[in-house]
């Protein structure tokens, strides 16, 4: 009897006994309508231009669980065209949402889209943005949490209540005002205000709390940097933070009395309400900067009685304490968590490495136009979609991959060329990167569609023989990470998601102009398996409008 035969024979027998077979129904969905308007609102005490998503600045929190699905129709009211980004979100065989310029047409003005996308094997503190030209300058950022499924154990007793803090710097300019100095080929400059959740308070006794707390209670705080120019420090008055995640993955639970969060950052820290019953300052400043940028919020104790102090604690000095704090974070291998690779995620140090690259980030000021590189060139964006052109088959038309070679060119200088950045890397080959800085400012880099092992940062210049400093047992896995003045970092990753993923600098100003990248993981095989079709709804723009599209996968 054939093999198909048995299996029918014994599938009837099974439907005749009675056997219910279970199903296994899909995950649940969260649906959002947004509504994107310009609205005129004063952060900094300025009135200026800022994004609304609702009418609400910042935007509204999304609160997902594992594997969500999140189906948000975006309706774009503004004059310009418009995407979002979800940070930190790997959009797993799914790159046709990541809404970046190399992989998404814009939603024209006055017209809406529908982003849907699921937040796969991940938990942790996250953040979506506008993605387009300075548009993230004038707002349109919020929080995205992912909790852990209910089945899945916590490595700490659930909190009283879960607080999001969207911190970063702010100007007072108008992202289009910005974006022209830039195109000018001119600096922004300084910003000139720190904001947390949009707002500084006065400290006159007339602010609102931000949030409260019941004395005696435990609360979770998400601390995310969500500015454009400058590192920050967060700090609660009077209070400590036991930092419980970063950015998707548990961590090793120590105590800090500040913490420095990187631009693109995101930590979760617990905050106990075990002081006396008033009001207490939630500290964010700027770091490493000559004049110092300070944003306050009131947290405010549940029946408390009195002001916050006006002495605010003191924020560290230099970037060798800011090194020290990274050095003591320590991914929690007894935790349990959603991944997208458990197998193999805790040896990651055994791992035989195939490829190492070395990025050197540059400036140049060539006849008085300022633009950022890596290796050499500086990445421009094309006006069709990379991530479109390539699935059409006519990427050629538009760049060519490995524009940089994988070590920079010795003689690097500050020349710079001009051309779409596009590397390649071979589907589930295991990647050392390596994030060098000669500049005098601090960078910070981050990668769509991938966690990646911070493995180490160190003063200097990076060889191989450094890699025996490196930390191969619990290094955290994150997608963002700094790297301080004449220094390097290294990360380790598998390239295991198929797609086209921005890797790119956190720094807006060298963004803009040209400081990223783009990553073509292809499938060698056309499948299902590996990579989700383009969505029936994808908008389409450039030159593969009227183009017939690729058979689907299978």
């Given at each position: 009897?054939?093999g198909?035969?048995?299996i029918?024979v014994?599938?009837?027998?099974?439907?005749l006994?009675?056997?219910?077979?279970p199903?296994?129904?899909?995950?649940?969905?969260l649906?959002?309508?947004?509504n994107?308007?310009?609205?005129?609102?004063a952060?900094?005490?300025?009135?200026q231009?800022?994004?609304?998503?609702?009418?609400?600045?910042?935007?509204?929190?999304?609160?997902?669980?594992?594997?969500?699905?999140?189906?948000i129709?975006?309706f774009?009211?503004l004059d310009?065209?418009f995407?979002?980004?979800?940070?930190?979100?790997?959009?797993?065989?799914?790159?046709?949402?990541?809404?970046?310029a190399?992989?998404?047409?814009?939603?024209?003005?006055?017209?809406?889209?529908t982003y849907k996308?699921?937040?796969?094997d991940?938990?942790?503190?996250?953040?979506?943005?506008p993605s387009?030209?300075m548009h993230r300058?004038?707002?349109?950022?919020?929080?995205?949490?992912?909790?852990?499924?209910?089945?899945?154990?916590?490595?700490?007793?659930?909190?009283?209540?879960?607080?999001?803090?969207?911190?970063?710097d702010?100007?007072?300019?108008?992202?289009?005002?910005?974006?022209?100095?830039?195109?000018s080929?001119r600096a922004?400059?300084?910003?000139?205000?720190?904001?947390?959740?949009g707002?500084?308070a006065k400290?006159d006794?007339?602010?609102n709390?931000l949030?409260?707390?019941?004395?005696?209670?435990?609360?979770?705080?998400?601390l995310?940097n969500v500015?454009?120019?400058?590192?920050?420090?967060?700090?609660?008055?009077n209070h400590q933070m036991?930092?419980?995640?970063?950015?998707?993955?548990?961590t090793v639970q120590?105590v800090?009395d500040s913490?420095?969060?990187?631009?693109?950052q995101?930590?979760?820290?617990?905050?106990?309400?075990d002081?006396?019953p008033?009001?207490?300052?939630?500290?964010v400043?700027?770091?490493?900067t000559?004049?110092?940028?300070?944003?306050?919020?009131i947290i405010?104790?549940?029946?408390g009685k009195?002001?916050?102090?006006?002495?605010?604690?003191?924020?560290?000095?230099?970037?060798?304490w800011?090194?020290?704090?990274?050095?003591?974070?320590?991914?929690?291998?007894?935790?349990?968590?959603?991944r997208?690779n458990?197998?193999?995620?805790?040896?990651?140090?055994?791992?035989?490495i195939?490829?190492?690259?070395?990025?050197?980030?540059?400036?140049?000021?060539?006849?008085?136009?300022?633009?950022?590189a890596?290796?050499?060139?500086s990445?421009?964006?094309?006006?069709?979609p990379l991530k479109?052109?390539?699935?059409?088959?006519i990427?050629?038309?538009?760049?060519?991959?490995?524009?940089?070679?994988?070590e920079?060119?010795?003689?690097?200088?500050t020349?710079?060329t001009?051309?779409?950045?596009?590397l390649?890397?071979?589907y589930?080959?295991?990647?050392?990167?390596?994030?060098?800085?000669?500049?005098?400012?601090?960078?910070?880099?981050?990668?769509?569609?991938?966690?990646?092992?911070?493995?180490a940062i160190?003063?200097?210049t990076?060889?191989?023989?450094?890699r025996?400093?490196y930390?191969?047992?619990?290094?955290?896995?994150r997608?963002?990470?700094q790297?301080?003045?004449?220094?390097?970092?290294a990360?380790?990753?598998?390239f295991d998601n198929?797609?086209?993923?921005?890797?790119?600098?956190?720094i807006?100003?060298?963004?803009?102009?040209?400081?990223?990248l783009?990553?073509?993981?292809?499938?060698?095989?056309?499948s299902?398996?590996?990579?989700?079709?383009?969505?029936?709804?994808?908008?389409?723009?450039?030159?593969?409008?009227g183009?017939?599209k690729?058979?689907?996968?299978?």
């Amino acid at each position: 009897m054939g093999g198909v035969t048995r299996i029918s024979v014994m599938l009837l027998v099974c439907l005749l006994a009675g056997v219910v077979f279970p199903t296994r129904a899909e995950d649940p969905y969260l649906y959002f309508t947004w509504n994107i308007t310009y609205g005129t609102l004063a952060p900094a005490g300025v009135p200026q231009q800022v994004i609304l998503i609702n009418g609400e600045f910042p935007g509204p929190n999304i609160n997902s669980t594992s594997n969500n699905n999140v189906v948000i129709n975006v309706f774009n009211n503004l004059d310009e065209p418009f995407l979002f980004h979800w940070a930190g979100i790997q959009q797993r065989k799914n790159s046709w949402m990541d809404g970046v310029a190399g992989t998404n047409c814009p939603i024209q003005p006055g017209t809406n889209y529908t982003y849907k996308f699921q937040v796969k094997d991940q938990i942790g503190s996250f953040f979506y943005y506008p993605s387009l030209g300075m548009h993230r300058a004038a707002g349109g950022f919020g929080g995205l949490r992912i909790n852990s499924r209910l089945l899945i154990p916590v490595p700490y007793a659930d909190p009283e209540d879960d607080y999001t803090l969207l911190a970063g710097d702010w100007y007072t300019k108008s992202h289009s005002t910005l974006a022209k100095l830039l195109d000018s080929g001119r600096a922004l400059g300084r910003p000139q205000a720190l904001l947390i959740n949009g707002q500084n308070a006065k400290g006159d006794g007339t602010d609102n709390p931000l949030f409260t707390m019941l004395p005696g209670k435990t609360y979770k705080y998400r601390l995310c940097n969500v500015g454009l120019k400058n590192s920050v420090n967060f700090r609660f008055q009077n209070h400590q933070m036991k930092l419980v995640e970063m950015e998707g993955s548990h961590t090793v639970q120590n105590v800090y009395d500040s913490l420095d969060v990187h631009l693109g950052q995101c930590f979760g820290v617990l905050v106990t309400a075990d002081q006396e019953p008033k009001d207490y300052y939630v500290v964010v400043s700027s770091r490493f900067t000559k004049t110092t940028l300070t944003g306050k919020g009131i947290i405010r104790y549940v029946n408390g009685k009195g002001p916050a102090a006006p002495e605010i604690p003191e924020a560290p000095v230099g970037w060798a304490w800011s090194l020290n704090q990274f050095r003591s974070f320590r991914w929690n291998l007894t935790a349990s968590a959603a991944r997208p690779n458990p197998q193999g995620s805790y040896h990651y140090g055994q791992i035989n490495i195939t490829r190492t690259l070395k990025f050197v980030n540059t400036v140049s000021r060539d006849n008085g136009k300022l633009r950022y590189a890596i290796n050499g060139v500086s990445h421009v964006d094309t006006e069709t979609p990379l991530k479109l052109a390539e699935y059409f088959g006519i990427g050629d038309k538009f760049f060519k991959y490995d524009t940089i070679p994988d070590e920079p060119p010795a003689n690097l200088g500050t020349a710079v060329t001009l051309a779409p950045n596009v590397l390649k890397f071979e589907y589930r080959t295991f990647i050392e990167i390596i994030l060098e800085n000669p500049e005098k400012s601090v960078q910070s880099y981050n990668l769509n569609g991938y966690s990646f092992f911070a493995v180490a940062i160190e003063p200097g210049t990076w060889t191989p023989e450094k890699r025996k400093n490196y930390n191969l047992l619990d290094a955290v896995s994150r997608h963002t990470i700094q790297v301080f003045p004449k220094s390097w970092a290294a990360i380790m990753l598998t390239f295991d998601n198929v797609g086209m993923w921005n890797l790119r600098s956190e720094i807006a100003e060298n963004r803009y102009l040209g400081q990223q990248l783009y990553i073509s993981v292809p499938t060698p095989e056309r499948s299902l398996r590996d990579e989700y079709n383009i969505p029936l709804n994808a908008l389409l723009c450039g030159a593969v409008v009227g183009l017939p599209k690729p058979a689907p996968y299978w």
